[in-house]
């Protein structure tokens, strides 16, 4: 620049990586934050399902008790509990779903290079939700193959 | 059928001790009808809570045909219970969610047999205790007479050698006690052994023996 004109300003001296950024920069904080609250959304169902499985199973602790006296061993206990869980989990991911295929519409204008229908992101976030549900379900699930029939029974 | 050696059973309370069975000694033979009676306390429930093999501590000996179920793992302990145990509640513990068919059903469900094995099973039971037309109702639709009346019907089912039922008529009415004490001499005189423990000298009447319990001990026997 300065052997075609000395006197020129030169301002905002930047380099191909420092331009680069500034034109992404806006959409990667966007995806940042939208990851960031996906995620928390995560956690948060998955902290639910944990305290919802818990409250039921210790409601059901009278039940469990007598299902044990009636001959259930407690591996059937602990598939019961995963199992309502899982049913649970079934339910919002197809609700889930219904809502995410009718929001394409409005997220294909914030997507790059993905289609807002990809079925391979739908499996795996519905796959990654029921691993989250089942890792929920595990503790009530072992703490519900631990009840004492007796006690279980009495307390009744 | 069932011999009985020195059972005990204790709740230790820092140093302290709490005996609620001390030394129990008894046999019931098969096709036996045995009352388990004595004050609230004695520890009746607790005992045939140990024969039902819903409660796992105790010491002595405690053999169920050929099986020293003091010995046996949980595992086993199950095996023997399913293969031979039926148990009646007094508060029937019908799950409230199920119907009178899937209350039936539900000790099969845990064996080994097959769904349509299982539903003649459940068909015939329903049949023989006349109640085919409430299959489909839930437990909150029926009195607390037909409640025990399924409670009975599922503890038959998986047609046990041993009938264990813990004050059966305590939360009925005088009549409805009487059909079901009725109900359990027909299945005595069909063959199960009955062990019951109430506090009616005129349901202790239905059976041949008495084991009379006080704080624990066995204080007579006849």
């Known amino acids: 620049m300065a052997e075609l004109d000395r006197d020129l300003p030169v301002g905002e001296v930047k380099t191909i990586e420092q331009i680069i950024s500034d034109s ?6 966007r995806s ?3 990851a960031s609250f996906a995620g928390l959304a995560l956690l948060l169902a998955a902290v639910g399902v944990y305290g919802l499985i818990s409250f039921t199973v210790a409601q059901r602790i009278p039940e469990i008790g007598v299902r044990l006296a009636l001959g259930a061993n407690p591996w059937q206990v602990f598939s019961l509990v995963i199992g309502q869980g899982l049913k649970l989990a079934a339910l919002g991911i197809v609700i889930g779903l219904a809502v995410a295929a009718a929001a394409t519409r409005f997220m294909s204008g914030l997507l790059f290079n993905t289609s807002a229908t990809d079925p391979v992101v739908y499996a795996s976030l519905s796959a990654l939700l029921l691993t989250m549900a089942v890792l929920a379900c595990y503790v009530p699930a072992r703490r519900a193959m631990r009840v004492d029939p007796m006690t279980a029974l009495r307390s009744e | 059928m069932i011999k009985l050696t020195n059972i005990e059973k204790s709740y230790r309370h820092g140093l302290s001790q709490t005996f609620v069975l001390r030394r129990v000694n008894a046999e019931i033979k098969q096709g036996d009808f045995v009352s388990i009676m004595g004050p609230s306390g004695a520890g009746k429930s607790t005992l045939l809570h140990i024969l039902g093999m819903h409660d796992s501590a105790w010491t002595g000996e405690y ?3 050929e099986d020293p179920v003091h010995q046996l793992s949980a595992k086993d302990r199950m095996r023997v ?15 409230d969610n199920l119907t009178v068919y899937e209350n039936i059903d539900l000790p099969l469900s845990y ?3 097959k769904k349509s094995e299982r539903e003649g099973m459940v068909a015939d039971i329903l049949d023989r205790f006349n109640i085919v037309g409430k299959k489909d109702l839930f437990p909150n639709q029926l009195s607390g007479g037909q409640q025990q009346l399924v409670a009975i019907a599922r503890a038959v089912v998986a047609k046990p050698t041993l009938i264990l039922a813990d004050e059966p008529t305590g939360n009925l009415h005088t009549d409805q006690g009487k059909e079901i004490m009725e109900l359990f001499r027909r299945l005595n005189e069909a063959g199960t052994t009955i062990v019951q423990v109430t506090h009616s000298q005129a349901n202790a009447a239905y059976g041949r023996r008495v084991i009379n319990l006080k704080d624990g001990w066995i204080v007579d026997e006849n």
């Open chain 1, 24 to 29: 992404t920069g806006q959409p990667r904080f």
């Open chain 2, 63 to 65: 053999w169920l045909f």
């Open chain 1, 32 to 34: 940042f934050l939208i």
């Open chain 2, 81 to 95: 219970q399913k293969q031979h145990i039926g148990f009646v509640f007094q508060s029937y513990h019908l799950l």
């Open chain 2, 111 to 113: 064996r080994d047999v």
